[in-house]
């Protein structure tokens, strides 16, 4: 049989066959109109034809013709319950903004960015900050104001669709085992300012980019190739504190932020009707430059410039220990499994195993570490380093082995969410893609300024990569 169920042409009735993808019609006989005739012309042909052949032959045919009813019912009802998933995926719209009861501590408000306040960034600078980057204290909210956000959204139909889809494909069927065959730039997000990091949710279809001065929080829904007007901008609040990172959870319920300057790294529940930071990890006097979360463990971790690496529990923000890493700080913290990886500028790899209290495991590397990346599904951790060398680390013992140099600093890598490929990003000017396990090179795209940092999409069909002054947005075409 052929897939779908459908007959192959080789030594069966040619009527029986179908074109890839087509179904019958739901009443259609199961006995075939020429199905007789077929049997008489092989006792033409065959004089010694058995007799109970035919009933056989018929026994199977029926079978098979019942096979591929069944198939086809479970084709309808695939059908039937993507339509209800889509239908409950329609947008609610944004409810009108609330006065928090309990707001948590503030230094970020949250705001609709209109024309006039992208403009009022331009040419704007203050002591240690780049051109166009906005002094925090330019931003100050009222106390105790949310604001509305994010809804599961659905995707436009014309809009990253599935171009490895097939006629005869079944409705979960999808190469995400593959390697991208190229990739099209979708979308410029003119964040204004050096996006220092950057995450892309699948499931809401919003991008976050994250700048000195704030997070900026993009929609992906709709036609247009370049996006000045982000849906909401979290501004920085605190007086000469300013931003360094960003993470967001794999569930993209969650979304931590951390720099100089601040009492602590904030969580923001981007679950709840309004847009407000729920808690905050507590740091004060440390300048936080990374960041990590186990959902599996409840645990949030952070590395910061003076070389400290802090654990958290994040259900009631206590702190559950200090790591002491590399002196001069670890610019990528990791988690693999039971373990916290970090690298360090000191061109040491420190491995912790989180259930003991013994001292890190160390791997040494001939250039600074810059960036970190754990493979989903194997014991690998991809180093990237700033002399532009990439290699696997095993996780459970082993050699490291290099798979593949650039010419100039590693600034980020992601694995992809199988882990079949990764993307790398720096200093080049290029975004590269790389597949596993050797670490093939399969094609470069070039950016016009260094690209600092990079993430996946957790459905495999989305590459967020950011720049000096913007992010770019590509769609995966397998």
Not at 16 to 40: C, E, I, K, W
Not at 263 to 287: K, Q
Not at 342 to 370: N, V
């Amino acid at each position: 049989m052929t897939s779908c169920g459908h007959l192959s042409p080789q030594g069966h009735p040619p009527r029986m066959v179908r074109p890839p993808g087509t179904l019958a019609h739901r009443g259609a006989s199961l006995q075939d109109p020429n199905y007789q005739d077929f049997l008489d012309q092989l006792k033409k042909q065959f004089p010694r034809f058995p007799p109970h052949l035919p009933a056989q032959v018929d026994s199977i045919y029926y079978l098979l013709q019942k096979i591929r009813q069944g198939l086809q019912e479970h084709h309808r009802q695939a059908e039937k319950f993507l339509q209800i998933m889509e239908t409950c995926n329609q947008p609610l719209g944004f409810q009108p903004a609330e006065e928090s009861q309990d707001p948590g501590p503030y230094y970020f408000g949250a705001e609709p960015c209109t024309e006039d306040a992208l403009g009022s960034q331009e040419g704007s600078t203050g002591p240690g900050m780049a051109p166009g980057v906005m002094p925090p204290h330019m931003a100050q909210e009222p106390a105790g104001r949310t604001y509305p956000f994010l809804k599961p959204i659905c995707w436009d139909p014309e809009d990253f669709e599935d171009t490895w889809k097939r006629p005869d494909a079944l409705p979960w069927q999808s190469k995400q085992l593959a390697i991208p065959h190229r990739m099209e730039k979708k979308r410029m997000l003119k964040h204004g300012e050096p996006v220092l990091a950057t995450a892309v949710s699948s499931f809401t279809r919003h991008v976050f980019t994250c700048g000195r001065s704030g997070v900026k929080v993009w929609s992906l829904v709709g036609q247009m190739m370049e996006d000045r007007f982000p849906e909401s901008h979290l501004r920085v609040q605190t007086q000469g504190a300013y931003l360094r990172t960003c993470l967001l959870f794999s569930n993209s319920t969650t979304l931590l932020t951390g720099g100089h300057n601040f009492t602590g790294v904030s969580i923001w529940d981007l679950t709840a009707p309004s847009l407000h930071i729920r808690d905050e990890l507590p740091c004060a006097g440390f300048t936080c430059q990374a960041l990590a979360a186990s959902l599996e463990n409840s645990q949030a971790f952070a590395s910061f410039t003076d070389g400290t690496i802090r654990i958290w529990d994040f259900r009631d923000q206590s702190v559950v220990r200090d790591l002491p890493g590399p002196s001069n700080g670890a610019k990528s913290i990791v988690v693999k499994d039971q373990n916290i990886w970090a690298g360090g500028l000191d061109a040491c790899l420190r491995c912790w195993d989180l259930r003991t209290s013994k001292e890190p495991q160390e791997y040494h590397f001939e250039s600074q570490i810059i960036s970190l990346s754990p493979s989903p599904r194997e014991d690998w951790v991809l180093v990237g380093t700033a002399n532009g060398q990439q290699w696997l680390q095993p996780t459970r013992g082993g050699e490291k082995h290099m798979v593949g140099c650039k010419d100039s600093t590693i600034l980020g890598l992601k694995f992809s969410p199988l882990g079949q490929w990764w993307v790398s990003v720096g200093m080049d000017s290029l975004v590269s893609i790389y597949s596993m396990p050797a670490g093939a090179m399969v094609f470069q795209v070039p950016e016009p300024t260094s690209v600092m940092c990079c993430d996946v999409s957790s459905d495999n069909r989305l590459i967020v990569t950011g720049s000096r002054d913007h992010a770019s947005v590509y769609q995966i075409t397998y």
